[in-house]
Structure formats: C-alpha cells, structure tokens
C-alpha cells in the first residue's frame, strides 16, 4: 500500500527499559542494526500495527510494554536507488512512519526475537537513547533524529518501574 506521494505506511518503535535505555537489534544475516519498524496493512488501525510488529519482530505482547506515547504526524524518509527492489512502473519513494515510544514493563527474558516464522533480527542489546543517531544507515538518520526528539520529553514524563 503506497500513499499518492510514493509513501509506504509504516511504524516504528523505540522500546526503553526502566534506565530509559533504547532496544537495538541486528537485522538477520546484516551487519545493519535499527528500531523495530514495519508496514502498515490495508484497513489496520495504526496501534494495531505496532503491536503486531512488536509481536513478530520482538516477541512481547501489550502485557509486556506500557505505550509512552507516539509521534504526532507522519514522519518521512525516501530510499536512495541502491536500496529500493526495482520495479520499473512503481511510484515507491520510501516510508512515512508514526513512531512509538514503549517502555518495557516486563523483563529481558520476555523478549524473543525467533517468535516468527521469519525473523527479522538475530541480535540486540540495549544502547543510551541518544547513541542510534550514530549507528543509523545514514538515509533513516533524520527521522530517527526527529523521532527520538519529539518522543524524549514523555520518558521524563513517566515514573519508572524499579
């Protein structure tokens, strides 16, 4: 499903523990590590989405995580040439995202990156909020900019759970 502008749904999620540190995975067979993201189907509800691909790709379910809070607008980033597939009529620019911030309320051992059929990732650790802006492929780097600033005020915002 791509938007009129070339624009394909998407969320993402920034997922921090009780010392507001962010989840960073590897992607399988990559040397790329990044935040949870996925598409958005036809007709689905865009909470709806972000628990599915936390489900698929992080193995956590709502009783694990509390929501934080999400961006308000659309966020965008286009895909340079080299990463696109190639589809020679295709108006595919790159995604629009709405980002999560969750805060895990369970514990480490919950999360289960083989709890797909296709896993995404094969790796992860947890990493200072701030520090994704230097390991991000440089073309997600703005939006993981944008993401991470207008979501930092709700971890201050909320108790943590110790």
Not at 119 to 127: A, D, K
């Amino acid at each position: 499903m791509i938007d009129e502008h070339g624009y394909r749904p998407n969320v993402g999620i920034i997922l921090c523990n009780r010392f507001n540190q962010i989840f960073w995975a590897r992607r399988c067979g990559q040397d790329g590590w990044q935040f949870p993201q996925g598409g958005i189907r036809a007709q689905e509800p865009v909470e709806e989405a972000m628990y599915r691909e936390l489900r698929e790709e992080v193995g956590l379910s709502p009783q694990h995580i509390e929501v934080l809070g999400c961006t308000r607008d659309w966020v965008h980033y286009d895909i340079p040439d080299q990463y696109r597939r190639r589809h020679p009529h295709s108006p595919f620019r790159g995604q629009k995202q709405i980002w999560y911030l969750l805060r895990l309320i369970g514990e480490d051992k919950n999360v289960r990156l083989d709890s797909c059929e296709r896993p995404e990732f094969e790796e992860w650790c947890w990493i200072s909020y701030w520090s994704a802006l230097d390991h991000i492929i440089s073309f997600k780097r703005e939006v993981y900019r944008q993401a991470l600033t207008e979501l930092e005020p709700m971890l201050a915002s909320v108790k943590t759970h110790i």
